[in-house]
């Protein structure tokens, strides 16, 4: 199958739709062509900088607004980001990424130190990202000279119920920050959250938007909701399995050569579920026993994971994006 970037939003709505098993099918076919399936990367996130964020995205533990558990802590030194870094990598992670609770980067001192933070990562041979809101040109540009891999900014949605969502900032605000960070010759991770009261026409629509960009995002996350208590979506239902099959299989099919990282809800996901998910074209997973805020399956569990499914850890900088992106793997 060729790359396409033309998809219509019929196409990629008949292919959310299909059988699943058919689905499944198609999209481990498609898997193979592009990926060695038997491989998926290690991840390891930190929150570098937590909670009091302006901003009012109903699902976030971290908005100022909500009252959650969600204690506030300013940017971490740089040292103890390094050692962080350094544990992840001992732990068999490949690529490390930071997450700080900010609307948009600002040039400051905190600025300043998260790019000593991306160096020191970058120097230890980790692929390095952060999600750190909205970004300009001239910022993304700085992050790229400090070494960083990729940049996280999420969809979350379809552009429709963007606004149900989210009203501190718009798409357009968020695509503008993916260009910027493309600009800079960064690579794009960006997906979304399913599980927020979305219908399934926004979850093809997140996926039309993001199949259809000139160039696809090299990553793309795919989040169950975690419903954090104190935040408008707590009282949410849990997402079965058959909806994240839908989701990353749909996302494989139409950007084959992306990342398809099963991310936020592996928690609830038994070992059948989630090897599910990997046949259905997930090649990527957090480990840690921590996302950002919330919990996440221990480092031992996902140990006996990739043991029972024979599963190998991806080696960082492997594949035509590291080529693109000018890194080479040090081993
Ligand atoms: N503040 C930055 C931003 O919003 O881009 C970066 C950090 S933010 C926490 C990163 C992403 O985490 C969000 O875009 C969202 O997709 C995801 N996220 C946050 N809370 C979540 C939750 N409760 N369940 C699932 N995903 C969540
Ligand atoms: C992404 O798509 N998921 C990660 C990462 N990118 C930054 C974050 C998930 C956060 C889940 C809620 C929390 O732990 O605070
Ligand atoms: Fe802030 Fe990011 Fe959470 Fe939105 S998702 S409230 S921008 S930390």
Wanted: hydrophobic fraction near 35%; charge should be negative; include cysteine.
């Amino acid at each position: 199958m060729e790359i396409r970037n033309d998809w219509t939003r019929e196409e990629i709505t008949e292919i959310y739709n299909m059988p699943i098993m058919e689905l499944i099918y198609k999209a481990a076919t498609v898997h193979r062509e592009y990926n060695d399936p038997s491989e998926v990367q290690v991840c390891t996130l930190l929150s570098v900088k937590t909670g009091g964020c302006p901003e009012d995205c109903a699902y976030c533990p971290q908005a100022a607004r909500y009252h959650t558990d969600v204690k506030v802590h300013k940017l971490m030194e740089v040292g103890e980001v390094l050692e962080a870094a350094n544990n992840a990598k001992i732990n068999g992670s490949t690529r490390f990424c930071m997450g700080a609770a900010w609307r948009e980067v600002r040039d400051n001192k905190d600025f300043d130190k998260v790019l000593e933070m991306v160096k020191g990562v970058n120097s230890m041979g980790m692929e390095v990202c952060c999600t750190l809101g909205m970004l300009s040109e001239e910022q993304a540009n700085k992050l790229k000279d400090a070494g960083l891999y990729a940049y996280n900014h999420n969809l979350d949605t379809s552009d429709e119920f963007y606004e149900e969502i989210i009203s501190t900032r718009t798409y357009d605000d968020r695509l503008d920050t993916l260009g910027n960070v493309r600009k800079a010759n960064i690579s794009v991770c960006s997906g979304g959250i399913i599980g927020m009261g979305e219908d399934h026409k926004d979850r093809v629509g997140m996926i039309h938007t993001l199949a259809t960009m000139t160039e696809h995002p090299e990553s793309v996350p795919v989040n169950a909701l975690v419903p954090v208590e104190g935040t408008p979506l707590e009282e949410q239902p849990r997402v079965s399995v058959w909806e994240m099959l839908r989701m990353i299989a749909t996302a494989r099919i139409t950007m084959p050569k992306a990342m398809v990282r099963l991310s936020a809800g592996r928690v609830r996901m038994n070992t059948e579920e989630q090897a599910l998910c990997f046949m259905a074209g997930a090649n990527s997973i957090f480990a840690g026993d921590k996302l950002l805020t919330t919990p996440n399956p221990e480092v031992n569990e996902d140990k006996e994971l990739f043991q029972t499914l024979n599963l190998k850890p991806r080696e960082s900088f492997k594949g035509a994006a590291a080529v693109k992106f000018e890194q080479i793997p040090q081993h």
